[in-house]
């Protein structure tokens, strides 16, 4: 059955599409979050390995210089994890948006569809009206050709 296009079906379409592309964006937002929580975890577990590591080289004889490469490499860490941290609150922001603009997206897309639904109904009844109208003039006719 071809679906004849209404204003209502276009809207719908638009919605739909609109649909998508915002469900692609929660999607993307995802993936940025999850991939900054990655990002996290792995700072964390190389501070955990070096601070390890430099905990078994202090138990033998090491110079000043080894300290201070220890400490500005954990600062080095710290700095990272600090943009790191901004960035995931930043992508935090935008899933939520993202998330937003989904909700938002649903609620057009059923609004649209209940309007197509109300449209093709209205379309059926006005057939129907129709069809009876001349059903009845038909009938009319035969009864006063007799």
């Known amino acids: 059955m071809i679906m004849k296009q ?7 379409e638009k919605a739909q599409t609109a649909l998508r592309d915002a469900q692609q964006l929660v999607t993307d937002a995802r993936q940025r979050v999850a991939k900054l929580e990655q990002s996290l975890a792995h700072l964390d577990q190389l501070r955990d390995d070096y601070i390890a590591r430099y905990n078994e080289t ?3 004889a090491h110079s000043i210089s080894d300290t201070i490469t220890y400490r500005k490499f954990l600062e080095h860490l710290r700095g990272l994890r600090g943009r790191v941290e901004g960035q995931l609150q930043d992508a ?8 937003a603009e989904l909700v ?5 897309q059923a609004k649209m569809d209940a309007m197509v639904e109300r449209d093709e109904r209205n ?8 069809e009876q109208r001349a059903m009845d003039e038909a009938g009319l006719r ?3 050709a007799r």
Do not use: H, I, S
């Open 6 to 12: 209404t204003t209502w079906t276009v809207l719908a």
């Open 58 to 60: 202090q138990k033998e």
């Open 92 to 99: 935090n922001l935008m899933l939520a948006d993202a998330k």
């Open 104 to 108: 938002k997206a649903l609620r057009e």
């Open 123 to 130: 379309q059926a009844l006005a057939v129907a009206k129709q």
């Open 142 to 144: 035969l009864f006063n």
